[in-house]
């Protein structure tokens, strides 16, 4: 039983393994009365420091290890720890924690690593008996206690032996306890890792989970882009419908406006038929000049419209594909485009009606020339005309507007069939087709040629061939 709570540092040292000099027990009786409490006297040599948690055991005799004390004290720590010399202490043992039996104990001094530092003499606990007094014996009894110690030496002998067996299977075991001590080391690293490992799981399968639930989220916005972008291309494509559909408007209108443009080339052809010698439309045709010079104005006007009317229109093709909300603007530039094609189409009625005007006003003034000179004269200006040659501009797309009847004034001016630019007849002929060739737009696949105020068509035109 122990003399307190705590448990003292024990070791599984054998006997032959401690140093048992270092502590010396002095006045250690034979026998002590039971029921008393015991003094344990010693002496702390200058070979050993004492420690806090040294300690002073009874040992029943025939102890292998500290570990089977019977009780024990701790140690009382001198003031002097580390002087040079000798110092006595002694332990009180309380009666009511010291053995009950007659078996022989002695007192040993423990250090807090386990390990023996002193060993006392055997001793007793008994109370006083005859025994003790001297007795004296006669020779037969003198023999048989010989022949008694002789069988004890005997058996001492045989017990030494197994001591020595017991000490070697004790050293084999203390090797397989440090086998032991070893495997359970390795198992507490592996069960350390085994608990990281299982945290870094858990700590794993919560990222999992969270990435988990970041790839739903993630998946939904996908489908939702997706859908948005299924909207946005239907969009696209009805947006495109109304686009080829205005722009098959504008060609149609473009068509129409080639037809009037045949038609007053016609008129022109008409015109040039009219005698030049007419000093009265001299004035209406310096007045008809200043009409075409406006005119060319407000056609660069409606050129620069058009230009804008593109860039516009590139502009909204290009927000077609990125945003839906300026659908609104397309419509709004179309709606542009009708007005603007709206005023071209008021200047074009307004140039027929004057045209139309100059016309009247050109056959009222030949009549009241075929009046004034007479039939003969009108036959002599139309041998003239017929005797002029007429020459031919070759690389034209659109026929020349001065083949075919000669006018009155076809000697002295050439007109651009593009856009109505007046040049005088004694320009030179190269000239005069760079600038109509300044008009024209070349397609390098097919040689379709087309005016550079449809450049819109002409890039549609070269985006078909690219799409080939």
Same mark, same amino acid.
């Given at each position: /039983?122990?003399?307190?709570? *705590? ?8 006997? *032959? ?6 502590? &010396? ?22 070979? &050993? ?41 002694? &332990? ?22 386990? /390990? ?27 023999? +048989? ?7 004890? @030496?005997? +058996?001492?002998? #045989? @017990? ?11 050293? !084999? ?37 969270? @990435? ?6 993630? +998946?939904? $916005? ?6 948005? &972008? ?6 696209? $494509? ?27 080339? *016609?008129?022109?052809? %008409? !015109? ?58 397309? /419509?709004?530039?179309? +709606? #542009? ?98 600038? %109509? ?32």
């Amino acid at each position: /039983m122990d003399a307190t709570s *705590d448990e003292p540092p024990t070791s599984a040292v054998l006997l *032959d393994k401690g140093h048992f000099s270092q502590v &010396i027990f002095n006045n250690v009786e034979k026998f002590y009365v039971p029921g008393g409490d015991v003094t344990c006297y010693y002496t702390l040599t200058q070979n &050993i420091v004492p420690r806090g948690k040294d300690w002073v055991g009874i040992f029943r005799v025939g102890w292998k290890t500290t570990r089977e004390y019977y009780t024990f004290m701790w140690a009382p720590r001198p003031s002097n720890v580390h002087g040079d010399t000798a110092v006595q202490q002694q &332990i009180q043992f309380k009666a009511y924690y010291l053995p009950k039996d007659d078996e022989y104990y002695q007192f040993c001094y423990i250090d807090q690593d386990g /390990m023996i530092r002193g060993a006392s003499v055997p001793f007793q606990f008994r109370a006083e008996t005859e025994d003790d007094i001297l007795v004296v014996t006669t020779q037969g009894e003198v023999e +048989e206690i010989e022949l008694q110690n002789k069988n004890l @030496l005997k +058996e001492n002998e #045989e @017990l030494q032996a197994n001591c020595a067996s017991l000490q070697k299977q004790n050293r !084999d075991l203390q090797e397989e306890l440090k086998k032991t001590q070893e495997l359970q080391n390795a198992l507490e690293s592996l069960r350390s890792s085994t608990e990281k490992l299982e945290l870094e799981l858990n700590s794993l399968r919560k990222e999992n989970k969270h @990435l988990k639930e970041l790839n739903e989220c993630r +998946e939904a $916005e996908l489908h939702q882009f997706r859908e948005e &972008i299924q909207n946005v291309t239907s969009e696209k $494509e009805h947006l495109e419908t109304k686009l080829k559909t205005a722009l098959d408007h504008v060609d149609h209108l473009q068509s129409q406006l080639l037809n009037r443009e045949k038609e007053i080339e *016609d008129l022109v052809h %008409v !015109d040039q038929d009219k005698t030049k010698q007419c000093e009265s439309l001299k004035e209406e045709n310096n007045q008809l000049c200043v009409t075409i010079t406006q005119k060319e104005e407000q056609k660069k006007e409606l050129k620069h419209c058009l230009e804008h009317l593109r860039g516009t229109e590139a502009n909204l093709t290009f927000r077609l594909q990125n945003e839906q909300q300026q659908k609104s603007d397309l /419509m709004k530039e179309l +709606e #542009e485009q009708r007005h603007l094609f709206q005023n071209l189409q008021a200047a074009k009625k307004e140039s027929d009606e004057k045209n139309q005007k100059l016309r009247k006003e050109n056959d009222s003034l030949l009549r009241r020339l075929s009046k004034t000179r007479g039939p003969s004269s009108s036959s002599v200006v139309s041998q003239a005309n017929a005797s002029v040659p007429t020459r031919e501009i070759k690389g034209f797309v659109f026929r020349n507007p001065y083949h075919g009847e000669n006018t009155w004034h076809s000697d002295s001016v050439r007109k651009c069939p593009v856009c109505n630019d007046v040049f005088p007849d004694d320009i030179d002929i190269r000239d005069y087709e760079a600038h %109509v060739q300044s008009h024209l737009l070349e397609c390098p696949v097919c040689n379709e040629t087309f005016i550079t105020s449809c450049q819109q068509v002409f890039d549609d035109h070269m985006y078909c061939h690219s799409l080939e």
